[in-house]
């Protein structure tokens, strides 16, 4: 494997469902990243790891949990979602030490629907 | 804070040559980046300017002027697969924090 992987692709849950995103990435970088893309709207920064600590929360909902277990992996808890969370979900991650190294690696992305 | 503003959409034929224009105001500058994302894509790197002044790699170039809190996008020589969205994207003052625009949708017609 290599790059950003993302699982699952896509995913349909009921509002009084408990679910989790995974996201991997192969690349040897430091920081990860959540972001969520709704239609019409610019890509939202939701947390932010960088060596496996948290750095960022963009003042994100309570029913959204994250989790990074280790610098290759973080994932995504979702419970009582609604319905406006239906969305794009995108990890990234870098090497996070400046420059181009800032540059983010995305994965494809959940497809996440709540009906 | 952190604010972008790029056109939301804009349509070129085959062959041409488009332009994409994006301003931004930030505290702190880190450089400036484009992404390309496809529908139902993740967005994919296409460049990163720190100096000011056109840097090209094939087709693409980019432009960044940090005075003027402004930057383009440009595309040579367009074919079908460039249409896409284009996303402006600035980092924060510690650098992994990454600031969207809300892109610009390039529809290329035959």
């Known amino acids: 494997e290599t790059g950003v992987t993302q699982t699952p692709r896509h995913l349909v849950m009921g509002m009084t469902n408990k679910k989790s995103l995974k996201c991997e990435q192969h690349?040897?970088?430091?920081?990860m990243y959540w972001y969520k893309q709704s239609a019409k709207k610019p890509l939202e920064l939701m947390f932010v790891y960088n060596f496996k600590e948290q750095t960022e929360n963009n003042s994100v909902p309570s029913r959204f949990s994250p989790e990074c277990p280790n610098s290759s992996h973080l994932f995504l808890h979702l419970h009582t979602l609604q319905p406006e969370d239906s969305a794009l979900y995108l990890c990234a991650s870098s090497q996070d030490e400046g420059g181009t190294a800032y540059e983010q690696y995305f994965g494809p992305g959940t497809r996440l629907t709540v009906t | 804070g952190q604010n972008i503003d790029q056109p939301t959409e804009m349509t070129a034929t085959e062959g041409a040559i488009v332009q994409i224009n994006c301003t931004y105001q930030?505290?702190?500058?880190?450089?400036l980046f484009w992404y390309q994302q496809h529908a139902g894509e993740a967005p994919t790197f296409l460049s990163y300017n720190v100096l000011d002044g056109l840097e090209e790699k094939g087709r693409f170039s980019s432009f960044l002027s940090r005075s003027k809190g402004y930057s383009y996008l440009l595309l040579k020589e367009l074919q079908m697969k460039d249409s896409a969205s284009y996303l402006c994207a600035v980092p924060g003052a510690a650098g992994n924090k990454l600031t969207f625009g809300g892109g610009t949708r390039v529809l290329v017609k035959p």
């Open positions: 930030t505290s702190g500058f880190n450089g």
């Open positions: 690349l040897g970088h430091n920081a």
